[in-house]
């Protein structure tokens, strides 16, 4: 077994069981951290993927954006004294039917397909390559994706602000 | 190569600035002085419009201009735009009066109405699956935000976060149809995938039917079909009046303008595999949308299920996969848009001091009372039960139509039985207008200009696409024509 | 068993991460948890593009989707967050269908 063999069934191991406790967990404050796990864990296999560039985007967006706020609107949610940070769970049966469903298939499709196999096409730094993609071939939904964190800050910003006095 | 032209780019750009323009214009407008969105926004919208009409009516559109390889400017890009442009300039002059006895008539509002917009208009005419992604993340981040703009009322939030919940679950599920798609063709680009699926090998077809059912889930959501409209009622009833018609007519159009896209434009290779499940998820549409409508006595829930009902119908006109299905979709689309407009639209501008006719005693006896609102009404509720002479009775005809020729004679049967149930329920209201006895004290605004002009309308268009429906007939059979 | 990591190797934690997120998302009341079942859907989405990205005949266009489906999830996380907090304000439970003005 090669280390990046080693790697990859460590990152496996991280990335389910945190996801497993996100998902499983009745305390949102434990979700929350175990999502932080999850979030690098994946992020480990997108620099074992050769992404280098995308690894370092999901280190500083999802860690250090996307958690955050998750870990604020949890906090937010729950006055300090509140100990009970209970997230009860409804409709478990039909849902784990739906997701074990969901994931057969999948697993199904992913091991039968003589996948196209083109490894080496990609470049050893991904960041020149993407930049390129960005300004080139994918300028209309880079261009696009301003908008949309624009809609996305005047949204919340309309949506949380306090009740004029009207 | 041809040379790249930008101009059918120009509609979405004069819509994106006008909504920044909004949105400044509200900063710098003194409290207390009238608001100056809704002029700005009909503006803008109608400059967009006239911009989307002339490229429309030039012949070097019609197979597609050479925009960048992310978008097409094709016949059907541009049937689109201007309707998708027209109900949001509808939904604009709607606006104002609800705004103001709801509260909160916000140049944020319109601005976000209209970044909206730029996320429809993308979408349909997206050819790359990034660009395709983006555009619908636009137009529902901007929706799940309008669905809170009433922020005294908590039905709003709560419909709200179901609408960003079910929302967000259909994108992670089209997008995990992407990746696979991605994985089988190598690309994001439609026309790339579209070679990948026909040439894909027996081993590789249950990846292509996986990543369509993936993306089946990811519309089926957008376009409210069963299953995935158990978000449609609450979203519907507890969203403001007007979100909700922009929902109703202008989301369904543009998510229906994108899974045509992809479905019939780009994966018809895989038809054997996905019109059977198309079939069945119409047919369970329509009876469970159509028998849901019979038991609600809101009407904004009762509209929201026959939403769910025309969802299905409209997907019973996609499983012929031909041109003249396509035709009969977009043509319908038009007349269903309009309808929905109206309607809500009438609701919103009756609406008083945070209420609402939402209940048949509150709208028995309105033919007495507002002869002009009760006959457009009328108008509106015989088109979405499909009698003759309005729009959706010659919507309804070729859509099924369009299943017969495909050999789903059973399903357009369905679809029939189904409209002569739905009649009940739009025939009630129009009973409880005209038959009943007016209860208490008329406690309704009267409708304004602008809301007076955006229901006639859609009248016009309702009644205009039953008497003479050739024009817009023509149009979609061209804009089809340069989809297949 | 072979155990060094294909492609279907990387497909299948992709499969179990997106089973597990739909599982929260169908299960968890709690609207920010939920949310967080939405974001491992999404990552398991983003593990599939750089894995085709990497292994298959894509090229750098699965990773610049996986780039721009990390922009769409931080905004929607924004907006999600800013419904969330508007509603606990309001009736002090962020749970999605505690609702009593809403008929479900």
């Not at chain 1, 390129?132 to 301003?146: C, H, N, Q, T």
């Not at chain 2, 604009?92 to 509260?103: H, T, V, W």
């Not at chain 2, 309009?338 to 001091?353: C, H, P, Q, R």
Request: hydrophobic letters at 55%; glycine letters at 10%.
């Amino acid at each position: 077994m090669t280390a990046s063999a080693v790697v990859f069934w460590v990152l496996t191991l991280i990335v389910l069981a945190s996801a497993a406790v996100v998902v499983l967990s009745r305390s949102l404050i434990n979700s929350a951290f175990a999502l932080l796990a999850t979030f690098s864990g994946v992020a480990g296999f997108y620099v074992l993927l050769g992404a280098d560039f995308l690894a370092a985007v999901q280190f500083l967006v999802y860690v250090g954006g996307i958690l955050i706020l998750l870990v604020f609107g949890v906090m937010l949610t729950h006055r300090i004294q509140d100990l009970d940070l209970r997230a009860e769970a409804r409709q478990l049966v039909p849902g784990l039917f739906v997701a074990a469903g969901v994931f057969i298939l999948l697993a199904a499709v992913a091991t039968r397909t003589p996948w196209a196999i083109g490894a080496g096409r990609l470049p050893s730094a991904t960041t020149a390559e993407i930049g390129r993609a960005f300004l080139g071939k994918y300028l209309l939904p880079f261009e696009a994706a301003s908008i949309l964190l624009l809609v996305a800050l005047i949204g919340a910003a309309l949506i949380v602000r306090k009740r004029e006095d009207a | 190569m041809p040379a790249v032209d930008l101009r059918p780019l120009l509609p979405a750009l004069i819509v994106a600035v006008t909504a920044l323009v909004v949105l400044l214009a509200q900063a710098f407008t003194p409290k207390g002085s009238r608001s100056p969105s809704m002029g700005l926004t009909v503006t803008g919208l109608a400059g967009a419009l006239l911009l989307s009409l002339t490229m429309a009516s030039d012949g070097r559109y019609g197979r597609g201009a050479n925009t960048g390889g992310s978008v097409v400017a094709d016949d059907f890009t541009l049937f689109f735009h201007v309707l998708l442009i027209g109900l949001a300039l509808m939904a604009a002059l709607l606006s104002p009066a609800y705004y103001r006895e709801n509260g909160g008539d916000r140049g944020e509002y319109y601005s976000l109405m209209m970044f909206s917009l730029v996320g429809m208009l993308g979408l349909v005419s997206a050819t790359e699956m990034i660009s395709m992604f983006v555009a619908l993340e636009i137009m529902s981040v901007a929706l799940y935000a309008l669905c809170g703009t009433r922020r005294d009322q908590v039905e709003s939030q709560e419909a709200a976060l179901k609408y960003f919940v079910t929302g967000a679950f259909a994108s992670a599920f089209l997008l995990f149809g992407m990746a696979l798609l991605y994985g089988l063709s190598g690309s994001t680009s439609l026309a790339r995938v579209a070679r990948g699926v026909a040439t894909a090998t027996p081993e590789q077809i249950p990846l292509a039917v996986l990543g369509c059912g993936l993306l089946i889930v990811g519309f089926g959501f957008k376009v409210a079909s069963v299953p995935f409209h158990m978000w449609t009622p609450d979203v519907y009833e507890g969203a403001p009046t007007t979100v909700t018609a922009l929902m109703a007519a202008g989301v369904k159009a543009a998510s229906f303008g994108a899974f045509l896209r992809v479905f019939l434009g780009s994966l018809p290779t895989l038809r054997e595999e996905w019109v059977p499940a198309l079939a069945a998820l119409a047919a369970i549409t329509m009876v469970i949308g159509n028998l849901g409508a019979l038991a609600q006595s809101n009407l904004k829930r009762m509209l929201a299920f026959s939403s769910v009902a025309h969802a299905g119908y409209l997907m019973t006109g996609m499983v012929g996969t031909t041109e003249a299905s396509a035709q009969a979709i977009l043509f319908y689309l038009v007349a269903y848009g309009a309808v929905n407009m109206g309607t809500f639209g009438l609701i919103a501008s009756l609406s008083k001091g945070g209420r609402e006719p939402l209940s048949l005693q509150d709208v028995a006896g309105l033919g007495a009372r507002r002869p002009a609102i009760a006959a457009s009404l009328t108008v509106f509720l015989i088109s979405l039960t499909g009698i003759p002479i309005s729009g959706g009775f010659v919507g309804k005809f070729y859509l099924f139509g369009a299943a017969v020729n495909a050999g789903y004679t059973g399903l357009a049967i369905i679809g029939v039985l189904m409209s002569v149930v739905s009649a009940y329920y739009y025939l009630r209201v129009v009973v409880a207008m005209y038959m009943r006895e007016p209860e208490g004290e008329d406690v309704w605004s009267t409708p304004e200009a602008p809301g007076r002009l955006a229901a006639l309308i859609a009248v016009a268009v309702t009644l205009g696409l039953g008497i003479w429906p050739a024009p817009v007939l023509d149009l979609a059979r061209a804009a089809a024509l340069s989809l297949l | 068993m072979n155990l060094e990591p294909t492609l279907a190797h990387y497909l299948l934690v992709s499969a179990a991460l997106f089973a597990l997120g739909l599982l929260g998302l169908i299960t968890r009341r709690n609207a920010v948890q939920a949310l967080m079942g939405v974001e491992l859907m999404l990552n398991s989405a983003n593990l599939n593009l750089v894995a085709f990205s990497r292994f298959g005949t894509g090229g750098i266009d699965g990773q610049v989707f996986g780039t721009f489906v990390i922009v769409v999830a931080a905004a929607e996380v924004a907006v999600a967050l800013a419904l969330v907090l508007a509603l606990y304000r309001m009736r002090r439970t962020p749970n999605l269908d505690a609702a009593t003005t809403l008929r479900g």
